[in-house]
């Protein structure tokens, strides 16, 4: 629904990417659309640890030199990422430690 094809033939590949997602695993009963349950499961699914994903991210766009470790300079230069993340509390787990 959110793709125009305004005279084009060829579809992008995020479209046909997306019509497969929907298809294989978002449209549980194949019935081709998306109920309540399956929109939920979409959104929210159960087994996605929100914690993990939140700190794998963190320390991918902060871990400079790629040991998977995080020193205080490299936390500090990625500091805005920091305050701005559910993980931290939005910066407050910051404020409590004295080594940040």
Same mark, same amino acid.
């Given at each position: 629904?959110?793709?125009?094809?305004?005279?084009?033939?060829?579809?992008?590949?995020?479209?046909?990417? &997306?019509?497969?997602?929907? $298809?294989?695993?978002? @449209?549980?009963?194949? +019935? !081709? %659309?998306?109920? =309540? #349950? *399956?929109?939920?499961?979409?959104?929210?699914?159960?087994?996605?640890?929100?914690?993990?994903? &939140?700190?794998?991210?963190? $320390?991918?766009?902060? @871990?400079?030199?790629? +040991? !998977? %470790?995080?020193? =205080? #300079? *490299?936390?500090?230069?990625?500091?805005?990422?920091?305050?701005?993340?559910?993980?931290?509390?939005?910066?407050?787990?910051? $404020?409590?430690?004295?080594?940040?």
């Amino acid at each position: 629904d959110m793709y125009s094809q305004d005279g084009d033939a060829d579809e992008p590949e995020w479209v046909k990417t &997306e019509r497969e997602q929907f $298809v294989e695993f978002r @449209d549980k009963n194949r +019935d !081709g %659309k998306m109920d =309540k #349950e *399956e929109t939920k499961d979409w959104i929210l699914p159960s087994d996605y640890d929100h914690a993990e994903a &939140e700190a794998r991210h963190l $320390v991918y766009e902060s @871990d400079q030199d790629k +040991d !998977g %470790k995080l020193t =205080k #300079e *490299e936390i500090v230069e990625k500091y805005d990422l920091f305050v701005g993340s559910q993980a931290t509390d939005f910066g407050e787990a910051l $404020v409590r430690h004295d080594e940040f």
